[in-house]
């Protein structure tokens, strides 16, 4: 169903007041690569990106590519990313992950949401997130808790469904603000 005019109006109108009262809105998780992006995002399930921030780095330093990463024990990736949570299956995740990277992508994180989808632990938020921040490609707008919640209070969409509140979004946002329109929201 094609969006009223009206709501697309009101749409225009709250982001590009979002867009002037944060114009320095950006990916909060801390990353140079996009593998680094990738753990990070797989990481941020459950968690704070200020809790995943302060992870990362020995994370990073540990594990510089996906072969390191795919290689370290389970038990020290559980005790390095112990308090972002759920660490056991994180952990899985990540392994999992980057042996599917080195082996299908000769470790490099790949740039459709197709391959990335079939990366374990990375789900199309995930996907959307990667796509977006790191490689600047606009596939869909990442839809997590706070997306939806406001979306739904601002009257963009009355859907809970994360698909279907991106849906949604989409029809009602410019390709190029797709990316942008998560970190205003957040």
């Not at 299908?104 to 990375?122: I, K, S």
């Not at 995930?126 to 706070?146: I, K, P, Y």
């Not at 739904?152 to 009355?158: A, E, N, V």
Request: some cysteine; overall charge positive; hydrophobic content about 40%.
């Amino acid at each position: 169903m094609k969006p009223s005019a009206a709501l697309r109006r009101r749409t225009n109108q709250i982001f590009r007041t979002l867009k002037r009262t944060y114009p320095d809105a950006h990916c909060a998780l801390h990353f140079t690569t996009p593998l680094q992006l990738l753990i990070a995002t797989i990481l941020s399930a459950q968690c704070t990106d200020e809790r995943v921030n302060q992870v990362t780095p020995a994370l990073f330093a540990r594990c510089p590519d996906a072969a390191a990463l795919a290689c370290i024990s389970q038990a020290e990736l559980e005790r390095m990313i112990h308090s972002t949570g759920f660490y056991r299956a994180k952990a899985r995740s990540l392994r999992s992950c980057a042996a599917s990277l080195v082996a299908d992508h000769r470790g490099e994180v790949p740039r459709t949401m197709e391959a990335l989808h079939r990366l374990a632990g990375v789900g199309r938020k995930t996907a959307n997130v990667v796509l977006g921040n790191a490689f600047h490609l606009a596939e869909g707008v990442v839809v997590d808790t706070h997306v939806g919640r406001l979306s739904r209070r601002m009257g963009l969409t009355r859907h809970h469904d994360p698909v279907k509140v991106e849906s949604a979004l989409v029809r009602l946002l410019p390709k190029e603000d797709w990316t942008l329109a998560s970190h205003l929201l957040i």
